[in-house]
């Protein structure tokens, strides 16, 4: 069972990891700080019964022993690395969340959860100058020679301090991420901006994280007196360079509603207070979720500011200093998060786009990936008073639950009878002993391939085990619905259709059908509820009233088999 409190603890035992006590999170990468959230996540883990190890790129992996390091698991994780006087949420939230999992596995029983926790090291960048150190090595965009370029404040290069962590630049292509390894890769993060908090959004699913494209430009313009020099003689680098940035911020919103473009840097030489500027150095980071949407972005800044350069008599350089597409993560993936939250009680989620980069986009080439947010207060990130709701973060902790302990078609082939009955006995309402025979048709291709197997287990049944499947299903809106004893399949099924829903006529006008047929046919009314609505279901009695007991129980069985392909989608993944 997730439970909030858990995560809470968590979260504050590795908020006090901080070199900066009482003015935010600040973690260094391989700092003591860093080690010490690091060395209290491991112990955790340890506690857990799992096995830890650090690859060589500075990455630390945990799984649960029983598992081992060689069978397919689900990835997730985050970083505990912040910026200078950061807050306690950005990349802990996700950190926390993997560590809940593994320990609610335990505390289930569940010895051999597919799951792999993973820290990045240095995802953030301040440390060493660039950021996603750990997750671009992991992968090999980084190799040994880059990573001796890249130094800390104190003049270590990245190998040196983080040998004692695991790096190793002679291992590096060695141990690069394995993808075979992995059945996909989930990271929860805080949003980092106000558009879920302010609208009271619990949880989101990231359809794409935001490319960029950074340039460094340079006006030039000519140094003169202020008050002696005409303003239709002056050549004034700080004028063109303001105009250059008010016509981007007016032209973003014709790219796109999601395209965003910031000026973060602006130098202004001689920034005297009585001379004309003749040089301005500023930046441009320019963001999208789609890559003709940074191209388009590229060329209109381009024009401005050469446009506006030409007009005024300046000089302009723009030179490209970064440029990362935009990483669109799997569908499929994303579907089936979608899928895990409704079963956890949380659909249906709002899709959204990352506008900040992470060790996900990284991944994603390599790995299925998704991410899922939680709203962070007023947007605020990268700041003491970041904050998210720790029940939140639970809410997406149950989903990603709901995720990795489904099996796919091959994990399902890997179990013994019991854990295979008690994984699908329930697709066929009280009935088993269907799963039990079509255990020792293993394996199975696909989950169309096990339904298939398990409805034939019915068609080769005899006609009392064919009528005791169907009588075990209830009434729709009977005394079971009334006195809250469903199946859990049963009663989500019947309030998809409306059923949880009625007025008084209409449930005397189940009532009423409920025993006709019943009289008629010896056995309840089934109907694939998921597939309907009251008003459909309520339109079906009077028609099917009017069958013979061998089509109607025919067509009792045809919705039995419909409503076990739904149930079956619910609890195994294809591969």
């Known amino acids: 069972m997730i439970r909030a409190d858990r995560i809470q603890h968590d979260i504050e035992a590795i908020a006090r990891c901080t070199e900066t006590p009482g003015a935010g999170a600040t973690r260094p990468t391989f700092s003591p700080a860093w080690a010490n959230a690091m060395r209290y996540v491991a112990e955790q883990a340890r506690s857990m019964d799992c096995q830890l190890k650090s690859d060589a790129a500075g990455n630390t992996h945990a799984r649960p022993a029983s598992l081992g390091w060689n069978r397919p698991a689900w990835l997730c994780g985050s970083h505990v690395d912040t910026v200078p006087h950061g807050g306690d949420f950005d990349g802990v939230a996700g950190i926390v969340v993997a560590l809940e999992l593994l320990r609610s596995a335990k505390e289930e029983g569940i010895p051999a959860l597919p799951l792999e926790l993973i820290i990045f090291a240095e995802e953030e960048g301040p440390t060493f100058g660039l950021g996603m150190i750990g997750s671009r090595a992991w992968v090999g965009e980084l190799g040994a020679d880059r990573l001796r370029d890249l130094h800390n404040a104190a003049g270590e290069t990245y190998i040196d301090a983080g040998q004692p962590f695991g790096v190793d630049g002679n291992r590096l292509s060695d141990d690069r991420i394995r993808p075979q390894r992995y059945l996909g890769f989930v990271e929860l993060h805080i949003e980092q901006g106000p558009a879920m908090w302010r609208n009271d959004q619990r949880l989101a699913i990231v359809r794409s994280i935001a490319g960029r494209k950074q340039y460094a430009i340079r006006i030039g313009g000519d140094a003169n007196h202020a008050g002696a020099t005409p303003m239709n003689q002056r050549r004034d680098a700080l004028c063109g360079a303001a105009e250059i940035v008010l016509e981007i911020e007016k032209m973003m919103p014709e790219i796109s509603s999601e395209a965003v473009a910031t000026v973060g840097r602006l130098v202004n030489h001689p920034n005297a207070i009585n001379v004309v500027p003749d040089r301005v150095e500023f930046t441009v980071d320019l963001r999208a979720p789609q890559d003709d949407m940074l191209l388009r972005g590229d060329i ?25 597409n935009a990483c669109p993560l799997n569908a499929p993936l994303c579907q089936r998060i979608s899928t895990a939250a409704r079963l956890a009680g949380e659909s249906p989620l709002p899709i959204t786009v990352s506008g900040a980069l992470h060790d996900s986009a990284v991944i994603a080439p390599h790995v299925p990936t998704a991410m899922l947010f939680v709203p962070s207060r007023d947007g605020i990130s990268h700041n003491p008073a970041e904050f998210s709701r720790v029940e939140d973060i639970a809410a997406a902790a149950r989903v990603v639950e709901q995720l990795v302990r489904r099996p796919t078609i091959t994990q399902l082939n ?3 009878q019991n854990q295979f009955v ?4 329930g697709s066929f309402e009280h009935s088993p002993w269907i799963a039990e025979r079509a255990w020792n048709n293993r394996p199975f291709a696909s989950v169309g391939d096990l339904h298939e197997k398990l409805t034939r287990v019915v068609a080769e049944s005899n006609m009392e085990e064919k009528l005791s499947l169907v009588r075990a299903h209830p009434d729709l809106v009977g005394k079971l619905a009334r006195d809250g004893k469903l199946t859990r399949e049963s009663s989500t099924e019947q309030s998809a259709a409306g059923l949880n829903r009625l007025s008084p006529d209409e449930i005397a006008a189940f009532e009423k059908f409920n025993a006709e047929y019943r009289s008629k046919f010896g056995f309840p009314f089934v109907i694939c509820a998921r597939q309907n609505r009251k008003e459909a279901i309520l339109e079906a009695f009077p028609r099917r009233l009017k069958n013979s007991r061998e089509t109607e129980l025919a067509a009792a069985l045809a919705e039995v088999f419909k409503i076990a392909r739904l149930r079956l989608a619910d609890v195994v993944w294809e591969n």
Request: overall charge negative; hydrophobic content about 35%; glycine content about 10%.
């Open 422 to 425: 008690s994984i699908c006995g």
């Open 300 to 324: 209109e800044i381009r024009r401005l500011a050469t446009e506006i350069c030409r007009r005024r008599g300046l000089t302009c350089e723009i030179g490209l200093t970064e440029a990362i």
């Open 414 to 416: 890997e179990l013994d």
